[in-house]
Nanobody, 126 residues
Framework: QVQLVESGGGLVQAGGSLRLSCAAS?????????MGWFRQAPGKEREFVAA????????YYADSVKGRFTISRDNAKNTVYLQMNSLKPEDTAVHYC??????????????????WGQGTQVTVSS
């Protein structure tokens, strides 16, 4: 199986930055997996934030975070990162890491992913 563990969440003021990390492990985890970040605010559906293909050469972002967030990965460490800058109160949510067994997908929908982390809370105060 595959385990995903997120870290790096916390409380930050608007305009601040946070860097989330997602460490992947497990016998069946592969560097060829597509990785993604999603988030879910109270009372709302889980929404796409960003995705990255296996090599890191292709990335996708939700319009709401484009230009502010950067997704990256270090395959040697089996870790994916989400650098979040210029944070806004509307970014407040539990942020989840996800992995798909399919190498090259756009990865904007939850149904494309097979494994999920437990989530890390990001709170942005105004």
């Amino acid at each position: 199986q595959v385990q995903l563990v997120e870290s790096g969440g916390g409380l930050v003021q608007a305009g601040g930055s946070l860097r989330l990390s997602c460490a992947a492990s497990g016998r069946t985890f592969s560097r060829y997996y597509t990785m993604g970040w999603f988030r879910q605010a109270p009372g709302k559906e889980r929404e796409f934030v960003a995705a990255i293909n296996w090599s890191g050469g292709t990335t996708y972002y939700a319009d709401s975070v484009k230009g502010r967030f950067t997704i990256s990965r270090d395959n040697a460490k089996n870790t994916v990162y989400l650098q979040m800058n210029s944070l806004k109160p509307e970014d407040t949510a539990v942020h989840y890491c996800a992995a798909s067994r399919i190498s090259n997908i756009v990865g904007r929908t939850t149904t494309e992913y097979h494994y999920w982390g437990q989530g890390t809370q990001v709170t942005v105060s105004s």
